[in-house]
């Protein structure tokens, strides 16, 4: 399957296959819902900076992971690309929340059905992690739905 412009180089958290999990390891009596709600919210307003081609700014809101790998300059120019090359947004709809466990900081796996000019059933996967007392996002993704 091929993955869209960002995911192909923001590869930097991905947990889409772990099954969620409370009763054992780090995630033990977490607050499965809550994080999955925080997390969606935080995904959601970080996309919203996205579709708004407001890139460095949502480079800033993004996890400290994120930009450790990515320079800001070096987002605003892949996050222009690769909106240039699906074409504008025309739909999304929320498919799913994945809390994922075992790792070193608590992980909330997000899934959105999406339409874009060039690309018409799209998957977009926003990871999320907290990071600094909130949700901030790890890795994005967009690949052909």
């Known amino acids: 399957m091929r993955t869209i412009g ?37 995904g959601t307003a970080w996309l919203a900076l996205v579709d708004g081609e407001r890139y460095a700014e949502s480079w800033a809101e ?10 800001r300059d070096q987002w605003v120019e892949m996050a222009r690309s690769a ?30 059905k999406s339409r874009f000019d060039a690309v018409p059933e799209a998957v977009e996967q926003v990871t999320m992690m907290m990071d600094g007392g909130r949700w901030r996002v790890a890795g994005y993704f967009v690949r052909p739905g």
Do not use: C, H, M
């Open 62 to 71: 993004a996890s400290t992971l994120f930009r450790q790998q990515v320079g």
């Open 83 to 112: 909106r240039a090359a699906v074409g504008a947004l025309r739909g999304r709809t929320f498919d799913s929340a994945t809390y994922v466990d075992g790792n070193a900081a608590p992980t909330v796996v997000l899934l959105w």
């Open 6 to 42: 960002i995911g192909a180089v923001l590869a930097l958290v991905t947990f889409a296959a772990v099954p969620e999990r409370t009763a054992a390891g780090p995630g033990q009596g977490v607050d499965v819902a809550g994080a999955k709600q925080g997390a969606s919210a935080a």
